[in-house]
């Protein structure tokens, strides 16, 4: 059944707190935005606010951490790696405080809100930090698995939290295991490598490719620290054509870790990132304009895999 | 859990003549360090770890002690002489200070460093993570206090606003934070850069519980934590008016001395200055 991913969150932590005395929520002013008010019913005393102040909001989880606790912090993701950034490079990365950072409604989110709303380069910062561990769910039953991952791990680890309603796209049984990309439909001609819920958009895209004629095998990178690559590189090795995709950076998210993978692999192979160029803010607009000014809706990525299919045909 | 030392004043005097005497000799031999902010806090360091902080030199992962971070990193040469006065790390880690891969580097850094609480270095904050360790002690309602020494220089970051405002309404009377109100910092005096004046009036402002005294010497130290611990529901703040460079006259007062340290026969002046 489709459920607002944050609520999967939020469920989870309220089963843990149940067994799990030490588990706080840190949030600044951001009650709302994490849909926190179940976990707040329930447990008063163990969600923190620490008003509009996000470099304290993560200064004082670490402290918090150095007490004994385990503190998790979800507050809107352009104001946690950008705002704070020095906090989480220092108090929680360097200082490898149990710490976990939850950065909710990234990339274009926030649409119309505009670029101070929006979050493109938080996956590339967190990675930039050494030891954190960096997460992107994109399903209901995946982003439980993740919080429950994240909370009984000991050290930093950083969730981007999409606001999104979906309907879980993995098999029943599926396992979230740290490192492990995931294949969600297999396919021959085309590896699309996805971030996060855009995996919603590039199943859409797989499926009208199909009907072309074109057999996209689309995977999920819902862990990209740690990231074990043989499943990417098998895949490209296979079709020899690879798209990725994400609302995010082009610089330094997925796109750069898999053209970087191919390059120190020796891999032979077409290849297309899909996401936001540097060197322009995107405008103030619905989410889905954004997303189509970009290419990352399914047309988009449906017409991009077309043409870079074509270049393989042309030679 | 108790201080191991609980000295007597004159006996935490001569603990921070040792300590500065340590200071003076490590940064000659490493050829680097901060030797005002060193000297500086010198009185402040002597009094908590040889009266005040309860801890065990041996057990420093005693989740009982109380706790201890040094927000203006760059403190750390008079932080390192002080652990090692106390027995807390060996004297002999002072000669690898600023070495490769000492366990003396020249910010503290938990991992590398036995009794260091916290990695600092960048200015603004180790505040708010006293505020979390003060709170933590709260909800868990263990007794354990925490002490940060806050740089008067570093509270021009904004951050440290943030963790003030934030203690207040978590009144958290388990929290003390020092102040080493030396009045000077990298460039020049505070008051020339950005002033703090009236400094002990923005505490209050911000609920905080001020004392106001002499930093360099540890009975007023000693006393003012005292009488601080007394009130409750509101965090407290001691600004300690002290003298950047304390104990050695050429060193005393001077903003060159921010990161300047002793050559040549200025080791030996300032060595018998302090005896």
Redesign the interface.
């Known amino acids: 059944m489709a459920e607002e991913i944050r609520d999967s969150f939020v469920n989870e932590l309220r089963e843990i707190k149940k067994t799990n005395k030490e588990l706080?929520v840190l949030v600044s002013d951001s009650t709302s935005t994490c849909r926190i008010k179940p976990f707040l019913e329930d447990n008063p005393?163990a969600v923190?606010n620490?008003?509009i102040?996000e470099?304290?909001l993560?200064?004082?989880?670490?402290?918090?951490?150095?007490?004994?606790?385990t503190?998790v912090t979800a507050n809107a993701a352009p104001f946690l790696m950008g705002r704070s950034n020095?906090?989480v490079k220092?108090?929680i990365c360097?200082?490898?405080t149990n710490v976990k950072l939850v950065g909710l409604n990234p990339g274009f989110a926030y649409g119309s809100l505009g670029p101070t709303h929006h979050c493109l380069d938080d996956v590339s910062t967190a990675l930039s930090f050494g030891n954190i561990q960096v997460f992107v769910p994109s399903d209901p039953e995946e982003t439980r698995q993740i919080t429950r991952y994240a909370v009984n791990h000991i050290g930093p680890v950083y969730i981007r939290l999409d606001s999104y309603k979906a309907d879980n796209i993995h098999k029943d049984g599926y396992r979230f295991v740290p490192g492990e990309s995931v294949v969600i439909k297999e396919g021959s001609d085309l590896t699309i490598v996805v971030l996060g819920t855009m995996i919603h958009t590039a199943l859409t895209a797989a499926a009208e490719l199909e009907k072309q004629g074109v057999q996209a095998e689309v995977i999920s990178l819902p862990s990209i620290r740690p990231l074990q690559p043989e499943g990417i590189l098998q895949s490209i090795g296979k079709t020899g054509n690879v798209l990725t995709v994400e609302e995010h950076s082009l610089h330094g998210g997925i796109g750069s870790i898999v053209a970087e993978l191919v390059l120190e692999h020796g891999l032979s192979c077409k290849f297309k990132k899909l996401g936001v160029p540097a060197g322009s803010f995107a405008p103030a607009s619905p989410r889905s304009d954004i997303q189509e000014e970009y290419n990352l809706h399914s047309d988009g990525i449906i017409q991009e895999a077309l043409r870079l299919l074509n270049r393989t045909k042309n030679g | 859990m108790v201080n191991p030392f609980n000295l007597a004043f004159p006996e935490i005097v001569d603990r921070s003549k040792n300590i500065r005497k340590k200071v003076i000799c490590m940064n000659y031999h490493a050829g680097a360090g901060h030797t005002g902010a060193d000297l500086s806090e010198a009185d402040i360091l002597s009094a908590l770890y040889f009266n005040v902080l309860k801890y065990d030199p041996v057990d420093m992962s005693n989740?009982d002690r109380d706790?201890f971070i040094l927000s203006k990193g760059h403190g750390v040469g008079g932080y390192y002489c002080t652990l090692a006065e106390a027995g807390i790390i060996e004297k002999s880690h002072l000669d690898l200070y600023l070495q490769k891969n000492s366990p003396t580097p020249g910010h503290p850094v938990?991992?590398k460093t036995k009794g260091v609480?916290?990695?600092?270095?960048?200015l603004?904050?180790g505040?708010?993570?006293?505020?979390?360790?003060?709170?933590?002690?709260k909800?868990?309602k263990r007794k354990f206090r925490?002490f940060v020494l806050l740089g008067d220089g570093e509270l021009q970051e904004?951050?440290n606003w943030?963790?003030a405002?934030?203690a207040a309404?978590f009144k958290l009377d388990n929290l003390i934070a020092i102040v080493d109100r030396n009045r000077l910092q990298l460039g020049d005096r505070t008051e020339n850069i950005m002033a703090l004046n009236p400094l002990a009036e923005k505490f209050i402002a911000f609920g905080f519980d001020v004392h106001e005294i002499d930093g360099n010497e540890p009975e007023e130290i000693v006393c003012a934590v005292t009488s601080a611990l007394n009130v409750k529901e509101k965090p407290h703040v001691i600004i300690a008016n002290t003298v950047k460079g304390k104990g050695v006259s050429f060193i005393e007062d001077e903003p060159k001395w921010h990161h300047k340290v002793p050559v040549g026969s200025e080791l030996v002046h300032a060595i018998e200055e302090l005896e």
């Open positions: 706080v005393e923190i620490v008003g102040a470099q304290n993560i200064g004082m989880a670490a402290g918090m951490a150095l007490g004994g606790f503190p020095e906090q220092n108090d360097y200082s490898e | 989740s706790r938990r991992q609480e916290f990695n600092t270095g960048a603004g904050h505040f708010s993570v006293a505020v979390g360790l003060a709170l933590a002690a909800m868990s925490t904004g951050s943030e963790a405002m934030s309404h």
